[in-house]
């Protein structure tokens, strides 16, 4: 028996709508590509995005095709996310951080028909012109004052455009499941793939991510998503923020410490989010400049394992709660995160760091588990480990042209994490599948010996990869980057290490680098780290 | 183009799933019929449902049969609006304040296989079994010593089928369309038509309603639905608060100032719904008795106008935050509320006030517009009156059966009432369309009149109606219980009204009776008395 309740699907546009009709003052504030602040708020925002839509109509755009964007966090981004998605067209986010290869070929697979772009991602767009000639036209984000001298074209002004369009658009009553949005995985490895968002996902997502199962917003809410519109959609914010209506304060190409901090106290955020490294620079900023951030009351952190030294400097130093959270591109991405509970709050501080530096628990709607190499359930004991599964209404169920689909199984995505999950379902991302290090038969976990180095304060970020071992096939070894102003001694690493990990995880080799590479969402590269230190061990006679 | 996201839907043994999962140990504390307090927790709860479904199995309850329900708010209703709706059965909330022959009209309408029936409500099935031969058994929940004496057959003990049964089920993977529930209107004219939830909804409607936008629940909420679970849902907490983690306390058959406030300070109760005579009940009872209600900082109210002294009362002697809300069986039922937002704070306190007291501002979701008789669109203007539509995914299409399908129109449903909306998107229910007062062409408000009318102390309750005219057509007389400790003088309800309502709307009469009859839900049976006072102003001559 069916029930009998009207099929009105919730679409990208009515959330934006939502936010003009209920809270059309509250504020979205943005640095620009320039460095000053801009503002103003969700009914400034809802009428630009309606003359967006105008554009896109007179530029013949066609629902369902994709137009690209390659910007920062800023308000005309925000317009964009809205306006193509409204529109009926996918909104298809291009990663500012990829080599020319893989954003060509991205766009080529994408079939993009317009980029709009912010102006300092303009020479990115010239390297690649003649490989794309799918793209029918180039929108710089900027007034027309502003516009670079390009050899790309056709090329159009966006305030150009948007001022010669009526502020008012009837958004069309799309379908539930029609494509709204359109991201890249970042692999490290193999060719990037497509991630092809719908409304329904999109929506459903904003509602619950935005609820007091995770990032928690209200009217009373000032949330920074330092983590990039172009990638992971900073963490689905740009709609669940508008959904709730909280102030939204967008920080540009600038993620420095001086720069965050400056817009954490200038606009009083009490929520922000990013990769542990932004918060390790925040840190770092602050220590030497002797600045504030007394309104920021909590930090979201994902995209790498949380290194628990962080959760409780940040807790002690700045009273500040640092949430772990983990999701994908493949889960809208949001999917677990260890929110401040009741329970926790009643934790001794030591036990409390331990669970906010895991991934957290799953929200309502998504559904995770381990499972070993026979597709059998791993128990949640906080032992055991298994290949992490997930699955809801806001997980994919395809890659964008049916690549990658040995991802799937019995209904579920598999992450190509290994992961433990604890009793009361806190989730822990041991590493990833390919990261672990396979020493004799059993397994070592990178991530573990990479925060177990942190805990010794000369450290400042460390890497661990499996080299070639003759003996025991693969052994650990450990690079690290030094603080500047700390003393180093490997020794006194080594006793960091010993009784955090078991002995015979202990690295073959700490070597010391001025610097390690980072993937264009500040993940360690350790696709390359392990080709060029592949034969190390052996090379030295270890 | 499509998405490529899982269709994956979400229903309602997902939440109570998702509760025993991330809230194990938050309590659900209710009080039984006989009076005592029984206190578990939503694992406790999630067990029992379990074995429930595994009842329904053993009784041959089939996917899609309609079960029925007729009982207070408790535990063991809880367990029924999970057990038979997870099952992938239809559960059926009967209003216990109905009257026989509804009754079984109603049973036999659904087509009810099973009741669940609290034993104080066995006398009424009684009453009506021989005209319900399509229930093939009775369940009364109680212990089976507690079972009553009845003739009611077949019979069973709900504890001692529970005990029979595994507390282990494997929930159906339903379609988020297949019904859940079903619940008849309380019209008061014409036969109750009935709305058929599905899971979709259901849980659509817990995600959004539970969020900051409306009821606004976390793990650190303590919510008390007075308003039945026989009737709309009790707002759908019974959904919303497993969902959001928060301690739920269900006040059982009794609604009384002394029960409620032994609740709230018991259980620390600090948000609380029901109709507005509930909180008079318990502002009566605490000026008499002297208690307190400190925990408690929000009531929600809705099902009829909220008498804007009383919000005024509750703010300043309770510090309770009165938030008004509407919505109606049709709408799953919460559509509209007037939250707590920053901008309420900060007006005047009788501005803010004046907000409280209307029905507040859609929650996104949930789309209002009002129409003229020419179905054109009636301005937000806060002065233009207009027929009241709703449309969202949590709205009904059609009624079962497709009875009363005349209320849809251009795929808005029509809710029969007349109301206004101001710039900000505040919705003020202005009448029922059936009891505006047509006076000479034009419309008197009943409602505005017996808002007013509580400005005088004496008045205890007002109900206005239209008697017939020979001039005027209609013209409205009021009908007024008193308070038994306050002098009563017509001259000073008359002045009490002047300035609050147009001179041209005063009643023609003001007549004092000892009560007042009410529907099951408390609203005033107003169809009773315009058929009482009809000729009233004739007959005396006026």
Redesign the interface.
């Known amino acids: 028996?069916?029930?009998?309740?009207?099929?009105?699907?919730?679409l990208t546009s009515?959330?934006l709508k939502?936010a003009m009709?209920?809270y059309p003052q509250q504020q979205v504030v943005s640095r620009t590509n320039e460095g000053t602040i801009h503002r103003y708020s969700y009914a400034d925002a809802y009428r630009r995005s309606c003359q967006l839509a105008n554009v896109l109509a007179r530029l013949g755009v066609q629902?369902?095709d994709r137009v690209a964007t390659l910007a920062w966090n800023n308000y005309r981004h925000l317009e964009l996310y809205y306006g193509i998605s409204g529109y009926g067209a996918?909104v298809h986010t291009l990663n500012a951080r990829l080599f020319a290869e893989q954003l060509h070929y991205i766009i080529n697979h994408a079939e993009d028909g317009y980029i709009f772009v912010d102006a300092p991602f303009v020479p990115l767009l010239e390297e690649v012109r003649e490989q794309i000639p799918c793209v029918r036209g180039f929108i710089v984000n900027c007034d027309a004052a502003d516009m670079p001298e390009t050899s790309l074209a056709p090329l159009y002004c966006y305030e150009t455009l948007l001022a010669a369009e009526n502020d008012q658009f009837e958004w069309p009553r799309l379908e539930a499941?029609?494509?709204?949005g359109l991201c890249y995985t970042s692999g490290t490895t193999g060719n990037p793939k497509g991630?092809?968002?719908?409304?329904?996902?999109s929506v459903?997502h904003a509602?619950?991510s935005?609820?007091?199962?995770y990032l928690?917003?209200?009217?009373?809410t000032c949330v920074m998503p330092v983590v990039p519109m172009y990638h992971v959609c900073a963490w689905g914010v740009p709609f669940s923020a508008p959904?709730?209506?909280a102030k939204l304060v967008l920080p540009g190409p600038s993620t420095d410490g001086a720069s965050l901090q400056e817009l954490i106290e200038g606009e009083s955020v009490d929520k922000a989010y990013a990769v542990p490294t932004v918060w390790l620079g925040l840190h770092n900023y602050l220590e030497a400049s002797g600045k504030k951030i007394d309104s920021l009351k909590l930090v979201g952190v994902g995209g790498a394992a949380s290194p628990r030294a962080l959760v409780k400097l940040y807790a002690e130093r700045y009273n500040v709660y640092w949430m772990g959270i983990w999701g994908m591109t493949e889960t809208?991405p949001l999917a677990t995160a260890a929110i401040p509970?009741?329970q926790l709050e009643q934790l001794d501080p030591e036990a409390r760091y331990d669970l906010q530096a895991t991934a957290g628990?799953?929200m309502?709607?998504v559904e995770i588990g381990i499972f070993d190499a026979n597709d059998d359930r791993v128990p949640h004991d906080g032992e055991s480990r298994g290949s992490l599964r997930v699955?809801?209404?806001?997980?994919?169920?395809?890659?964008?042209k049916d690549e990658g689909n040995d991802n799937f199984a019995d209904?579920w995505?598999d992450t190509g994490d290994v992961a433990v999950i604890n009793p009361e379902?806190y989730l822990k991302i041991v590493d990833r599948s390919k990261d672990v290090i396979k020493s004799g038969g059993e397994w070592i976990s990178s991530v573990d010996l990479e925060n177990a180095a942190l805990n010794y304060e000369a450290v400042n970020e460390a890497c661990v990869i499996g080299a070639r071992h003759l003996k025991w096939d693969e052994r650990p070894i450990m690079l690290v980057t030094l603080k500047q102003d700390r003393e180093y001694d490997e020794s006194e690493l080594r006793a960091a290490l010993e009784g955090r990990v078991a002995k015979w995880w202990m690295p073959d080799a700490i070597i010391v680098v001025d610097e390690l590479p980072h993937t264009g969402t500040g993940k360690l590269r350790k696709v390359e780290l392990r080709q060029q230190y592949a034969e190390f061990l052996i090379n030295s006679g270890s």
């Open positions: 028996m069916k029930g009998r309740m009207m099929q009105v699907p919730l009515d959330i939502n009709q209920r629902r369902g996918v499941t029609d494509a709204s991630v092809l968002y719908d409304h329904h996902s459903l509602m619950m935005g609820g007091s199962q928690d917003f209200s009217e009373r959904l709730y209506g809208s509970t009741p628990r799953a309502f709607g699955r809801g209404p806001w997980v994919l169920s395809s890659y964008f209904g995505f379902g």
